[in-house]
C-alpha cells in the first residue's frame, strides 16, 4: 500500500497559478504510475492528469492541456501537479492517486488506481 498525501492547494484569483505537490511513501516510487484528479461539490470526481513510471508518458484531460503540467521527481518520492491560468471551474478538491500495475490505457480511469490521497482544496475565484 501507498501513503500519498496532497499539499498546495489554496485560493487564487483566476489566471493565477499553483503547483500542487504529492509526496508518496509505502513503496517504491518509480515503480507507480501517478494520477491527479479532482471532484467539485455535487459532481463525480473527474481524471485531470497522469504520468507514467518513467515520467516520459504524461496524460491530460482536454479542458487543461496547455494549463496544467504533470512532473514527477522520483528522488523526492514526489509527484507535481503545475496549474496555470487557472479558471473559476477549477475549483475543486485535488486528489493524488497511484497504482503499480495499471496499463498505460487505463490511466486516465478512476477506478484502475488503488491508493489514494486525501485531497487538497482548490478555489478559484473570478
Known amino acids: 500500500q501507498v501513503q500519498l498525501v496532497e499539499s498546495g492547494g489554496g485560493l487564487v484569483q483566476a489566471g493565477g497559478s499553483l503547483r500542487l505537490s504529492c509526496a508518496a511513501s509505502g513503496r517504491t516510487f518509480d515503480s507507480l504510475a501517478l494520477g491527479w484528479f479532482r471532484q467539485a461539490p455535487g459532481k463525480e470526481r473527474e481524471f485531470v492528469a497522469a504520468?507514467?513510471?518513467?515520467?516520459?508518458?504524461?496524460w491530460y484531460v482536454d479542458s487543461v492541456k496547455g494549463r496544467f503540467t504533470i512532473s514527477r521527481d522520483n528522488a523526492k518520492n514526489t509527484v507535481y501537479l503545475q496549474m496555470n491560468s487557472l479558471k473559476p471551474e477549477d475549483t475543486a478538491v485535488y486528489y493524488c492517486?497511484?497504482?503499480?500495475?495499471?496499463?498505460?490505457?487505463?490511466?486516465?480511469?478512476?477506478?484502475?488506481?488503488?491508493?489514494w490521497g486525501q485531497g487538497t482544496q482548490v478555489t478559484v475565484s473570478s
Open positions: 504520468i507514467g513510471w518513467s515520467g516520459t508518458n504524461t
Open positions: 492517486a497511484a497504482d503499480s500495475k495499471i496499463a498505460a490505457a487505463t490511466m486516465t480511469r478512476r477506478v484502475e488506481y488503488d491508493d
